[in-house]
């Protein structure tokens, strides 16, 4: 009979290693506890994990409460964030549990697999990605009444559920519309970036009073969540968060304590210069950093992403990753270089390498960064930005190194973000740098015009790392000189 009990032997044959090696993965408990909750109570409003504990194995929760068979199941699972690279990441994740349950190594997931596979049907799973620049069969479900795991982007997903589907015809958009929109649960990573499509989904099934069949269920996700919308009057949105039990975990209290330190940078910029001024800024910063350190530089336009990537790129060994990549080209980058950026790399033989991007690696890359040089931005923003940061306390430099860069001709009147973006003005102490005439003497190859200067300004590493609001519930971080 299988229980919740099953869920660890399930979860680690799936992720885990071969039997024969002795090692094993069990869930968070975080993830045990989500399942338990599923079963016992329903699926919550919302998921609320700090990053870099595993947010995308909700999708293994969601197949194992299927196969359990309970009130809140659902057949077809559609995992939505509004990333392409992130899509990617779920999609892998889901086919290697697809994999698993085609060739079962152990009893849980040959049970598990009996159960889902309908009488007639040699498929357990099915496993779907839709997101712009991929091409997926016109039927991406071969047969409504077989499980199914779909990651797709909010435009491709949502389309479909409103029937106005990308490139589907008038006579298939009731089908699509009724896949998405019926026996579901729609999952929305990272919902403060999609917080029209977290709203249009629960006024669309608020307006259906009376579904023929089981309804869907919207489960929003975030390690920054500000969905607080209630589902039903006189009830507050259901939160399903980290326990004590988490803190106490080996690997998943390392990661929840993982040392961090903030430098807070001022450039002196004028609205001309400062397109040429801060990537050549970032740029310096980047190249102090860079021995012995995988570096992540973070901008808040692909503009900008190219322009510090061409003053690196004949010095550093760097890559570029921008949600604009032909997958072509994305595939090439991510087989080249995301063995040496991955938490789960050999940091024995690390190799420097700095890796400039925009807001794609903001959300959900599974990546782990020793040092993180970003643009100032809203503070949800850099909460996830820094979640890339000592991502899972392996970090050989003791701590991870974070410098947030801020023009000074840059106002309320951002671009990207208006007067939403964390601007020093807001309180944080901050170090100006100027920009200068000459090398760095010590440093020949490093980008011409600016000396690389850290302000000694630091976080505290005890508060830091929280990226969870109930987490931040404190004071907040100091610095010191």
Same mark, same amino acid.
């Given at each position: ?174 089908? &699509? +519309?009724? @896949?998405?929109?019926?026996? $579901?649960?729609? /999952?929305?990573?990272?919902?403060? =970036? !999609? ?121 550093? &060994? +760097?890559? @570029?990753?921008?949600?604009? $990549?032909?997958? /072509?080209?994305?595939?090439?980058? =991510? !087989? ?122 630091? +976080? ?22």
């Amino acid at each position: 009979m299988l229980t919740v009990d099953h869920f660890a032997d399930f979860f680690n044959e799936v992720h885990g290693g071969a039997a024969s090696s002795g090692s094993r993965r069990d869930p968070f408990p975080w993830q045990t506890a989500l399942l338990r909750r599923v079963v016992d109570d329903g699926w919550p409003d919302g998921i609320d994990v700090p990053t870099g504990l595993g947010k995308t194995s909700v999708l293994d929760v969601a197949v194992f409460a299927a196969a359990l068979g309970v009130r809140d199941a659902r057949r077809r699972v559609f995992y939505v964030v509004d990333r392409r690279l992130i899509v990617d990441e779920a999609y892998e994740h889901a086919r290697r549990i697809a994999a698993a349950l085609d060739q079962p190594t152990g009893a849980a997931t040959r049970t598990v697999a009996q159960r889902l596979r309908g009488e007639d049907d040699e498929v357990a799973l099915d496993v779907t990605r839709m997101r712009g620049g991929v091409t997926w069969e016109r039927t991406w479900l071969e047969r409504p009444d077989r499980y199914a795991i779909v990651t797709g982007t909010v435009d491709q997903i949502g389309s479909r559920l409103l029937f106005r589907g990308y490139g589907v015809s008038d006579r298939a958009r009731p089908i &699509d +519309a009724a @896949l998405v929109g019926t026996d $579901s649960v729609i /999952v929305i990573d990272e919902a403060h =970036l !999609a917080q029209a499509f977290v709203t249009t989904t629960q006024a669309t099934f608020d307006l259906d009073g009376s579904p023929i069949t089981r309804p869907p269920i919207v489960v929003t996700m975030s390690a920054t969540t500000t969905v607080g919308r209630e589902r039903n009057a006189g009830r507050s949105p259901v939160m399903h968060r980290i326990s004590d039990d988490d803190e106490r975990h080996q690997i998943a209290g390392e990661r929840l304590t993982a040392g961090k330190r903030l430098h807070l940078v001022e450039v002196k910029t004028t609205k001309k210069t400062e397109d040429t001024v801060l990537p050549a800024a970032m740029a310096a910063l980047a190249d102090r950093l860079a021995p012995g350190r995988v570096v992540g530089v973070v901008t808040n336009t692909v503009a900008r992403a190219r322009s510090v990537f061409e003053l690196l790129r004949d010095q550093h &060994d +760097a890559v @570029l990753l921008t949600g604009r $990549s032909r997958p /072509v080209d994305r595939d090439c980058l =991510l !087989a080249t270089y995301y063995p040496h950026i991955s938490v789960d790399r050999d940091r024995s033989h690390q190799r420097p390498l700095i890796v400039v991007a925009t807001q794609t690696v903001e959300v959900g890359a599974n990546i782990d960064l020793d040092a993180v040089i970003t643009e100032s931005a809203p503070l949800a923003s850099l909460v996830q930005r820094l979640g890339r940061l000592n991502r899972v306390a392996r970090s050989g430099h003791g701590h991870g190194t974070a410098v947030v860069v801020h023009g000074s001709a840059t106002g309320q009147e951002d671009p990207v973000y208006g007067p939403a973006a964390w601007l020093p003005g807001s309180g944080c102490p901050t170090r100006s740098i100027q920009p200068v005439t000459h090398h760095d003497s010590t440093r020949p190859n490093s980008p011409p015009g600016w000396t690389p200067h850290l302000p000694p300004f630091v +976080a505290s590493p005890h508060d830091s790392p929280r990226t969870s609001r109930p987490r931040c519930a404190g004071p907040p971080p100091t610095f010191r000189s």
